[in-house]
């Protein structure tokens, strides 16, 4: 991947292995909408990014070189060659061909509290209805970043509310879910940065101390606000899939890249419309 300074842009060339529609509207993030066709803008860590793909060619737009290296080739995990995972992967027929279909899925490095805190949301729950709580959670608790677009609210902030407060996002029976995990992650109870280096089983352990969280939410936090890239989030509809595809075992190649052969698996089903 070639990296471009442009006239107040930052352009990306060469990227063979990132696609934004597969990438930002593939469940793993929330905060993400398509203005046009190829053109998004999303909210991540604070900051308000539009970005968009033309010609081969994915550009950031207003955006600094201090914020491109300090928070977006992070974010979009840009240092890690998923050239090399999808030749791992391909070892597998089925991984193979699941990743010609998802090939430019990267796996985002989101901060592990929105993480944890949008897929406790996410629960029994489709899309667009998580995407509005979170919308509502952040016009109501979190901070003003420009006119009409807000950061999402920290844990400290949660914590502080009552039940009666979150009425307002209209969660459902997750709000007191949502408020647990906000008293022990600002209480220190639960330091979310320190699982990154946690053995996996470890850190699922930490996790599930939460009260309503159970192994898929907290692999959804470990894979896509933890950067373990090992941790296979299970709901019904994959373990179907796995069931159907690998007859209920995971390839041994996909052990280390499990994360994101699971992203792949899902895209590849919901594409061909595998029937499960």
Known sequence: ????????????????NFVLAQTLDCGQAFRW?????????????????????????ITLYNTT????????????????DYRKILNTLSANDVLKTAGEYAYGIRILRQEPWEALCSFIISQNNNIPRIKGIVERL??????????????????????????????????????????????????????????RDMPID??????????????????????FGLSHIEAFPKDVWIKRAVAKLFDGVLPECATEYAGIAQQYIFHYARMTKLEI
């Open 202 to 223: 470890d850190a699922r352990t930490e996790l599930v101390k939460i009260y309503g969280v159970g192994e898929k939410v907290a692999d959804c936090t470990l894979l």
């Open 138 to 195: 952040c016009e109501n608790f979190g901070v003003e970043i420009e006119e009409g677009v807000y950061s999402f609210p920290t844990a400290e902030k949660i914590a502080s509310l009552s039940l009666e407060d979150l009425a307002v996002l209209r969660s459902g029976f997750r709000a007191k879910y949502i408020l647990d995990a906000a008293k022990k992650v600002s209480g220190g109870e639960i330091v979310l940065d320190r699982l």
């Open 65 to 80: 070189e201090e914020d491109f290296y300090n928070i977006w080739q992070n974010y979009f995990d840009l240092e890690r």
């Open 1 to 16: 991947m070639k990296i471009v300074k442009n006239a107040g842009n930052i352009e990306l060339h060469e990227t063979e």
């Open 33 to 57: 909408k398509e203005l046009k066709e190829d053109l998004w803008q999303g909210v991540a860590l604070g900051k308000v990014l539009k970005i968009g793909a033309k010609d081969g060619v």
